[in-house]
């Protein structure tokens, strides 16, 4: 569905991102791994042609036999938001501050050019219900919310148009553990209801494990290994990608350790 | 021996509902002990209340037996020698107009009188600074810069450092690793240990990272909304008696 | 002071401007100085036979209408100008500075007196005090520099103190407190390196301006005072004498341009050089 050729982004000379290739399929959640720096989120806002101007893309991406980077301006407007959308990592930045959460959601709906005012309000109130969020939100302003209800608005209003691909960049990062896992629970539920493709952008592969079908690791702009979950996470080939899964503590290896040590004594 | 022993604490901001509901526990030398729970649940609230960066509603606070609840500022200045504590963001925690051996140095100069270093020797300002570069395995270039050329991990280790300078006995780590990249926090996470061990040092290891918690302390606590839900050695982690929302939390950190 | 690095210009093409800024003000700096060794003509000696001379050998520029070597006098019109606004700037970050710092650290019940305090002087425009503290206490010079302090120490207690307010909430400032820096410790290790820069910034685009207020009261009278030699004074001084002597008029009005200009140039190579956004965005 989206295939991404050879795409390299440069500054002037340097190269931030260097020759990627990789492909998404309908109903993927594909995990893109790398720390910062890696280029990872510039790859992202590539896709939706969100680079900064000072940047300049070469190669392909093709969304369903179109190439994104040839497309004009007015084009990729009516992708944007309605196939393509995005989830960001500064929850609070994505909001308005001094408009309500409802007013948010008119303002989008809007924009894409649904004017029935009732059946915007409906539309409202059943997305917040699909992530788990109750009416009382919708009258309720950003600063009323906490990171992870504000997390849920935000996905809930990206799955509003019913996307082909959801980019999420970082949306359990800034969160804690118990936030983050719920943010993913309702994800994957809506994923299974609209079966709309994920790309998955994080610096912390755990959290995503149980989810993700897919990974890709990336390093200083190259994408060094890729595959199907299993293969990376429990096979993996490169040396980074190997330093990257033995780097973080996981609660299985902790137990493994402690109950070696047990044995031993 | 019991190095800190808290009882019935309790702490609410003004206005709003209580942040740490009376709360007991006591924290051994030698250990490090692991606190777990989500944001919001008060463990960075009773972090600052041990080290009377807040002050409390109720209850006391012994260290070595010693109440330090009510002492005033004066007083309680030979205790934060002995007790120190490492934030989550180690952007905010150095000045970022002084270079970093500048802000190395402070507690040692705070401290100096009072002090007798038993692992690390001051012979010069510059001699010092690389011992403690040298323990949280930096290199010493990097005591002239400042704190934006280095990486968040590098950072990190330079805020530990600064804790372990005037040799506390006990270390409150709210969040370390939090924002860090996962390679430099099994590092950050690895030297931890080792000073634990080199410097004869207590933690108290506050994480929402139930993975990290159990594999840095020996007892695990648990807090939920203010309160402490849960208590035990690490071994029992997946014993049948853990509270439904250690369980809870156990199923989100397996795979 | 640690952490407070002098602003020498890097090296970088853009920084020409700066560098040259410098120079310049260093230039004016020995020129006004030296004007005392090199200086032998006496600048009020009047001297009736020599009157409105052009410029020769003995008076490079000329002598004025009262028989005065103009070169002497701009000279030492310099000083009298440069050296009044620098006192008014001193006098002014000496009183607004302690206040920023004590008013942003302590906050509470303080900051709000100091505040409120402060808000007072800002109620008073610069001119009108001017005007009439000279009706008060009488046209001159001291009394020019004691208006233009009470109402420029303001602006740099307020910038003193929003950086203050903003820094002291930092986690590294909290840590200090925790390991028992006093206050005015914290505020000298740590707070002033975050002051120094904006301080610096505003005081050299002030200059500008207070040079043009001092020779702008000169002009109309209620500066320095003759025979003192001060440019906007010689201003005054050559108006009856446009027509004829046109130059007398152009000497000086030309060196409060020229240096009013230099300092601006400084004033923005100053903010572009401390203007470090890079501790923010790491």
Known sequence: MLSIRQLSIRSGAKKLVDNVSLSIREGDWYALVGQSGSGKTLLSQAIGRMLPPNLQAEGSIFYKERDVLALSSEQMRTIRGSKLSYVFQDYQGSFTPFRTIGQHFEEYQKAHGCFDSRARQRNALDALDSVGLDESVYKRYPFQLSGGQLQRVSIAVALLLSPDLLIADEITTALDSVSGHRIMEFLAKRQKETGFAILFITHDWRPVKRYANRIAVMKEGQVVEAGEKEHVLDHPQHAYTKQLINAAPTLDRVLAASREEAEIV | MKLLTVKNLTKSYQGQKTAVHPLSFDLHQGECLGLVGESGCGKSTLARCLLRIETIDGGSIYFKNEAIERLNERQLHAYRQKMQIVLQNPSAALNPKLKIKDSLIDPYEQYRKELSLRYFSYTSKKAFIKQLLDAVQLPESLADRYPHELSGGQRQRVTIARAISIEPELLVLDEPTASLDVISQGAVLALLAELRLSLNLSYLFISHDLAAVAQMSGRILVMKEGRLVDQFHRDQLMSDERHPYTKELISIFSS | ?282
Not at chain 3, 163 to 192: C, W
Request: proline share 5%; aromatic share 10%; with cysteine.
């Open chain 3, 1 to 282: 002071m640690k952490g407070w690095s002098l602003p020498w210009p890097k090296a970088n093409k853009r920084r020409w401007l700066g560098a040259v800024a410098w120079l310049c003000v260093l230039l004016v700096g020995i020129v006004a100085i030296y004007a005392f060794f090199v200086l032998r003509h006496d600048p009020t000696l009047t001297n009736l036979d020599h009157r409105l001379q052009g410029g020769s050998l003995q008076h490079p520029l000329g002598t004025d209408q009262l028989g005065r070597d103009v070169l002497t006098r701009l000279l030492l019109g310099g000083q009298q100008t440069i050296g009044y606004s620098l006192l008014a700037l001193t006098v002014s970050l000496v009183i607004g500075i302690p206040f920023g710092l004590i008013s942003g650290f302590r906050r509470g019940l303080v900051d709000r007196i100091f505040m409120r305090i402060a808000d007072g002087f800002l109620a008073f425009p610069d001119t009108i005090v001017a005007i009439v503290l000279s009706g008060l206490l009488g046209a001159g010079i001291g009394n020019l520099v004691l208006a233009i302090v009470i109402v420029k120490w303001v602006s740099y207690a307020r910038l003193v103190r929003s950086t203050v307010l903003a820094e002291s909430q930092k986690d590294y400032v909290l840590i200090a407190r925790t390991n028992g820096l006093s206050p005015g410790k914290i505020m000298r290790k740590h707070l002033f390196p975050h002051i120094a820069g904006h301080v610096l910034v505003l005081a050299s685009l002030d200059l500008g301006k207070v040079i043009l207020l001092i020779s702008a009261f000169s002009y109309i009278g209620l500066g320095a005072q003759p025979p003192t030699p001060e440019w906007g004074a010689m201003l005054n001084d050559a108006r009856p004498y446009f027509q004829s002597k046109p130059e007398f008029m152009i000497y000086p009005g030309l060196a409060i341009v020229v240096t009013v200009l230099l300092t601006n140039m400084l004033g923005d190579y100053l903010r572009d050089r401390f203007d470090v956004k890079k501790e923010v965005q790491s």
